[in-house]
């Protein structure tokens, strides 16, 4: 028989994406619709490990749907990977009436909120990542705003670049996976998109793609470099002097994490919030929260977790088409 949940707790964990704060308030407000108590740990599973537990109202969550970042803050934890920290986690939930928890992050806090499950604490993720690197969803909070950014950035940088004939190499968020520079390298135009999934490190392919594309006339090449690669500083340098075109390395960094949530990240996080307590509800646990095929979804954590996304070997090939 599935336990009774009365009061829900709610925590971000990992790297911050815009939405999340609109993923916490549709839990705060969905959970007290349905007459359910919730808690806002502060600081992920650090928090949580030190108790900066406390109640939330509907009114904690008011004019926060439109703000970038977690309102809860967000942290990176090394003790909650011990098996103590976990055992001590799920004692914490237990002294503070906690019987089930939405954590909002990526695969790492998943799997934190999967060693709570198994301890006894019914548990949801929600996919909280500006990378789209979650396999078991083709949506995750954050991505949306992110790509917008990034997107914005580099068509300024791109006017510039086009005013002075330069190659720019703009370096954009993704240590492991290459969505956002795939994403911008088509939206922006790029001439090169470098992924951290297939780049052979091969620079003088990239020269010579420079030189063809002077020789036809273009007046500007723009390299989307993917921070998996990085030292895009260097590699200006290298590039200038094979090719004798002027080239300048900008990294976006941070400012791709923040900034106000887009229409998209809004809705799809707030529908999202509001389904992780529906599961709860239901007497779910170790669960995700995914998109796909036009659905919002749940999956068992551990096949979520089993699954494995790639980029679109299509959207690669063609973008290098794409930016004749
Ligand atoms: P993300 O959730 O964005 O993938 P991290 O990989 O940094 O980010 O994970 C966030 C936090 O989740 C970690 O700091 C840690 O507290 C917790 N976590 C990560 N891996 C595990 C694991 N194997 N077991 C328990 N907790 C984990
Ligand atoms: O996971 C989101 C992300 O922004 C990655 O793209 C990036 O590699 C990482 O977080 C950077 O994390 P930090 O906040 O530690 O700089």
New binding site residues.
């Given amino acids: 028989m599935s336990k009774e949940i009365n009061t829900i707790g709610v925590l971000t964990?990992?790297?911050d994406a815009p939405g999340m704060n609109a993923a916490i308030r549709a839990v705060v407000r969905e959970a007290i619709a349905k007459g359910k108590r919730v808690k806002g740990i502060q600081r992920?599973?650090?928090g949580l490990l030190q108790e900066e537990i406390a109640d939330m109202e509907a009114k904690d969550v008011s004019d926060i749907i439109q703000r970038g970042g977690t309102i809860l803050q967000t942290?990176?934890?090394?003790?909650?990977?011990t098996a103590e920290?976990?055992q001590k986690g799920a004692e914490i939930c237990r002294k503070h009436g906690i019987d089930g928890i939405i954590v909002i992050?990526?695969?790492?806090?998943?799997?934190?909120a999967?060693?709570l499950a198994a301890l006894g604490i019914n548990t949801i993720g929600l996919p909280?990542?500006i990378d789209l690197d979650i396999a078991c969803t083709e949506y995750t909070i954050g991505f949306d705003t992110a790509v917008n950014t990034a997107m914005e950035a580099i068509d300024k940088v791109r006017d510039t670049s086009t005013s002075h004939e330069r190659c720019s190499i703009i370096e954009v968020m993704g240590r492991g996976a290459g969505y956002i520079a795939l994403w911008c390298g088509i939206a922006n135009g790029a001439e090169d998109i470098l992924l951290p999934e297939n780049y052979d490190y091969d620079e003088q392919k990239l020269v010579n793609h420079i030189i063809e594309n002077r020789k036809r006339g273009k007046k500007h090449h723009i390299i989307v470099n993917a921070e998996g690669i990085g030292h895009s500083a260097s590699m200006a340098k290298r590039i200038e002097a094979a090719t004798g075109v002027e080239t300048r390395a900008t990294i976006l960094g941070h400012m791709q994490r923040g900034g106000s949530p887009t229409c998209k990240d809004r809705v799809y996080a707030s529908t999202m919030g509001a389904m992780a307590v529906d599961l709860l509800c239901e007497g779910k646990s170790n669960r995700v929260v995914g998109y796909r095929h036009g659905n919002f979804v749940d999956f068992d954590i551990d096949e979520a977790l089993s699954m494995e996304k790639s980029i679109s070997p299509y959207q690669f090939e063609i973008s290098r088409n794409l930016s004749l």
């Fill in positions: 964990s990992g790297g992920g599973y650090a942290a990176r934890c090394l003790e909650f990977t920290g976990q992050g990526g695969d790492g806090s998943f799997k934190g999967q060693k909280g990542t």
